[in-house]
């Protein structure tokens, strides 16, 4: 039955969780982004950055009043005084940096994707469950409070069956982004990509079928994905990705009952709507404050290792793997190789 109201997000305050003293890896965008949200919306202390050069973790440390610079990640994931390391490295880095702080025993936030493939995902798990230390993968996007109403909406069946999702994002990058270069895992799959495919895996579950086309970009790599994925009860899913510009990137999760139509970008903080067949319509709102909604996730990380807990229950560490499969079987129909997977 369509409801009359949507239930309210029951994401706790972030300033609220316990405070702990986190490690970065990495001094790009998004650990710059990371440590500002954190500083702005959370109880959480960055204590520690390691670069691979001491220089760039001087520099970030000074921009961001952090106590202690490390010249190596080494370094970094050493440090006694890092209770979490949070791995913000290119993609290609994801694993080994992961499996540094692992096996010394660290509790683990790795940037999205998890890793390159699925099977370098399960090698981060299988290594996770036997330090039994917390481990997750940052997708922060689930973590929102809108994200939280969906799974609720989903969850009480408010749609009906889900018969459909449609989903696009893309933007428009400059010439000399690290998005272009082969070296590093470049393309619009990993970046861009994660997003859609998480989501869908999510609501569908993994695909019995993949089938994908792909454009080059100028440098080489794959520019643009059109994916379609038959899943269990006669699902479809069609996911659309490309680094050439910026697209309206909206999801359409559509239901014989209902639709969710999560406005763009759909992975933001921001809007949604539900939308009853015989035209009744909910609507959703919650501030558009960008990348600063990473605090949600490393709040949910601070709670979760406070409880003792060595997986998240919003985005457990399967999860990731399923949604590494599902980007791995798009690759396959694409004949993408990344420089690592080169016997």
Partial sequence: MFPSSLPAPRTPDSREAPPLKWGIVGTGWIAERFVDALHKHSSQQVVAVGSRTRGSAAKFAENFGI???????????????????????????????????LTVGKHTLIEKPIALNARQARDIAELAGAQGVFCMEALWTFFLPKFDVIRQVLADGVLGEIRSVDIDYGEHFEPDHRIFRQDLAGGPLLDLGTYPVALTTSVLGAPLKVKASGTPAPTGVNGQIAAVFEGQNETLASLHTTLFAFTPSTAVITGTQGVLTIDGPFMLPGNFSLTAPDGRRLEYSEPAIGHEGLHFQASAVARGIAEGKTESDVRPLSDSITTMAALDAIRSELGIVFNEEVP
């Fill in 67 to 101: 106590e202690r610079a490390h010249g190596s990640y080494d370094e970094l994931v050493g440090d006694p005084n890092v209770d979490v390391v949070y791995v913000a490295t290119p993609h290609n880095h994801h694993h080994a940096c992961a499996t540094l702080a």
